[in-house]
């Protein structure tokens, strides 16, 4: 699994970094960043993943298989 | 409608008390019947989450660049603007409002928040609206712009006028006079900060306002003005229904109370799940740029206000099982507490740091807490949803 967040769709809600802090971090707008967009998620941080995809109220949070 | 608006018949009270009170079953109901609500002849409430999240995302179709909010004869910026100048307003006002922002302004949060508490905690009684729900947001706008603590009391009129005219002028034409006088009163006063901010730049907004460029140039007096106006009437009441719609729910879920003793850090996740379920603000304002077609074959025509119903469809399954029911454990349902699309609201991440430092603060303190014997909670009949008095009992040392 690999996440990357949708920048036209991305709002600043800040939902992704809070719920993802391991996958996700916060620019200075408050809107998510993938800390590390090339590498594949880790088994233990796909839970995560899940969830921020889950919370983002404009589905800008991708999770690609 | 908006928030600012005045209720002129005993029907239009009925409902909006029905809206305010029993919001599942309100909604509920309305979506049964169809995809919009008539709230009257031009203006329309949008129910289904289908339909909320097009219409948050669709600012060509659904457009915020009107005049007239609460009082003021201008659009206040950002709200009242549409992409792209909007944008433009925003990446300026987005960093100051993020959330790293918001966490070196929280110390002075929970100092206020400490402060409030110590004048009731040894009583074991408080209105908890009162003396938490309406100062703590108003002292946090003093911090954030500036201002000394002294002027609070002004603050609290100024933005009652505005929000809910007729709690101080029962008289819809006569309260629309004092909501619009009120709203220069605001204007003439940010003015006077505003050029001393010029003159003497210190570190709050004003001074970030007033020293701000974009595209090379420095906003206008009027920019700045209509800036400030929107911090005041956003930054306030949202917040303190936000808190008594919190509260109202742990008074009658003790379960829900007892997770917050037990477990600090539990409150990120049940404040999320309760602005969804409750959903204080319960609807924001668009203006329809053309007929537009929903997929029931409703037509909304051209110029209709519409109010897009949040409160509706953050409760609506239809597209999100499990929506219909609270659990305030699960932090994993999306919601539009705080609108969405463009205009998702610029002070979001304050009113969160807010919401979890009074909710932390306040179970570390006064765990224990109940209604008073004999008190009610009434809902008031708002868009911003809230309960006026909630008059709060603890045990103390003497009682306990």
């Known amino acids: 699994m690999r996440i990357r967040i949708d920048e036209e769709r991305c709002e600043g809600h800040g939902r992704c970094w809070e719920t993802a802090p391991d996958l996700v971090e916060d620019d200075d707008r408050g809107r998510g960043v993938v800390r590390d967009p090339d590498a594949p998620v880790a088994p233990e941080h796909e839970a995560q993943a899940r969830q921020a995809a889950n919370v983002c109220p404009e589905r800008a949070v991708i999770l690609d298989p | ?400």
């Open chain 2, 1 to 400: 409608m908006t928030y600012g608006a005045v209720v002129t018949s005993e029907e239009a009270a009925r409902i909006a008390y029905e809206r305010s009170a029993c919001p599942r079953e309100f909604f509920a109901q309305r979506r049964a019947d169809g995809s919009v609500e008539q709230l009257s002849p031009n203006d329309v409430m949008l129910l289904r989450r289908v339909d909320v999240e097009h219409a948050l995302k669709h600012w060509e179709d659904y457009s915020s660049d009107f005049a007239g909010i609460m009082g003021s004869e201008e659009p206040i910026i950002p709200l009242n603007v549409d992409p792209p100048l909007h944008v433009k307003y925003r990446r300026l006002l987005d960093p100051y409002f993020a959330p790293k922002k918001m966490a070196a302004l929280q110390p002075a949060v929970q100092r206020h928040t400490n402060d409030l508490i110590d004048a009731f905690v040894d009583q074991g009684h408080c209105d908890f609206s009162a003396e938490i729900a309406v100062p703590l947001p108003c002292s946090t706008f003093l911090s954030l712009f500036g201002l000394p603590l002294d002027e609070l009391d002004d603050l609290v009129r100024w933005k009652d006028i505005m929000i809910r005219p007729q709690s101080v002028e029962p008289d819809a034409e006569k309260a629309l006079a004092l909501q619009a006088a009120t709203a220069k009163e605001i204007y003439g006063r940010f003015a006077v900060e505003m050029a001393d901010r010029r003159a003497n730049p210190r570190d709050d907004l004003i001074s970030h306002l007033t020293h701000a460029e974009i595209d090379g140039e420095h906003l206008t007096d009027s920019e700045v003005l209509r800036t400030c106006f929107l911090m005041l009437s956003a930054g306030l009441d949202t917040v303190t229904v936000s808190l008594q719609c919190i509260f109202s729910y742990l008074l009658e879920h003790d379960d829900a109370r007892r997770m917050l003793v037990a477990e600090p850090g539990s409150e990120v996740n049940l404040i999320e799940e309760l602005l969804r379920w409750e959903t204080p603000v319960q609807a924001v304002a668009r203006r329809a740029t053309h007929d537009i077609e929903l997929d029931d074959g409703t037509v909304i025509p051209a110029g209709t206000q519409v109010s897009i119903g949040i409160a509706s469809a953050n409760v609506d399954p239809d597209g999100l099982p499990g929506a219909d029911t609270a659990d305030v454990r699960r932090g994993d349902l999306r919601n539009y507490a705080f609108g969405g699309g463009p205009h998702r609201c610029l002070g979001s991440n304050l009113a969160r740091m807010e919401l979890r430092t009074v909710v932390r603060t306040w179970h570390d303190r006064i765990p224990e807490y109940s209604l008073a014997p004999g008190a009610e909670m009434v809902w008031n009949s708002s868009l911003l949803r809230g309960v006026d008095h909630l008059p709060l009992v603890w045990p103390t040392e003497g009682t306990r």
